[in-house]
């Protein structure tokens, strides 16, 4: 079964400060793994996937196989960061690839 | 273009109604997803449809839910006898391939709730 964990429901940093988001994965397979976000009164939307090895925002996020983690990371945190981040795994199953979510980190800059 | 398009934005039921719940995918995607988020949840998969075809129902939490994409591109997810656990914000999602890497597309989510 796939399974994916953020342990921390909220996150408080200061603007400016470095910000890490916690991701931990349980898969048997090849993960593909994304980061959606969520910001106020918008949609849920693609921040960023581990395949594309891509910076968006300011955002990074590596894949360790060996922690089964995917972090996400950004040196410098600002004001417009503030939103609720989730973490996700695309398995294979059923002819789909479904998204499993984790429970989501809700992520507040203060001035 | 249009993004993923979902009415109505809210319902609110009464135990035991039916209820009905749109999705419009983004033109010409072949993938369309029905998630369940509950408060203070991740979305949950429901299910997934490729053109017409459900190829995964596993997610559908009681024999309740019913879901259809009779022509490729509209989808509706129906809920006979609601209850109050089912209230939550079901999203629809896209994509455009088949692709595990694919990025998939969420609609604004309808709000249900059900008294």
């Known amino acids: 079964a796939q399974r994916v964990t953020q342990p921390e429901k909220l996150l408080s940093v200061f603007k400016g400060a470095p910000v890490e988001l916690k991701c931990n994965y349980s898969?048997?397979?090849?993960?593909?793994l994304f980061w959606y976000v969520q910001y106020s009164r918008q949609r849920l939307q693609l921040l960023l996937r581990?395949?594309s090895r891509e910076s968006i925002k300011g955002f990074t996020a590596d894949l360790n196989k060996g922690e089964t983690s995917f972090h996400l990371k950004k040196p410098f945190a600002q004001e417009e960061d503030s939103a609720m981040y989730y973490c996700a795994l695309s398995g294979r199953t059923g002819g789909g690839n479904k998204l499993t979510f984790g429970t989501g980190t809700q992520l507040k800059v203060e001035l | 273009g249009a993004g993923v398009s979902q009415s109505p934005r809210y319902k609110v039921a009464k135990r035991g109604q039916d209820v009905a719940l749109r999705c419009d995918p983004i033109s010409g995607h072949v993938s369309l997803f029905w998630y369940q988020q509950a408060l203070g949840q991740g979305p949950e998969f429901l299910t997934y449809f490729q053109n017409e075809a459900q190829l995964d129902k596993s997610g559908l939490p009681s024999d309740r839910f019913f879901a259809e994409r009779p022509e490729g591109s509209v989808s509706t997810l129906k809920i006979q006898r609601t209850q109050q656990e089912d209230s939550a914000v079901y999203l629809c999602?896209?994509?455009?391939?088949?692709?595990?890497?694919?990025?998939?597309?969420f609609g604004p989510g309808t709000r249900l709730t059900v008294l």
């Open positions: 898969y048997s397979g090849s993960p593909e």
């Open positions: 581990h395949i």
């Open positions: 999602a896209s994509s455009k391939g088949l692709a595990a890497t694919d990025t998939q597309y």
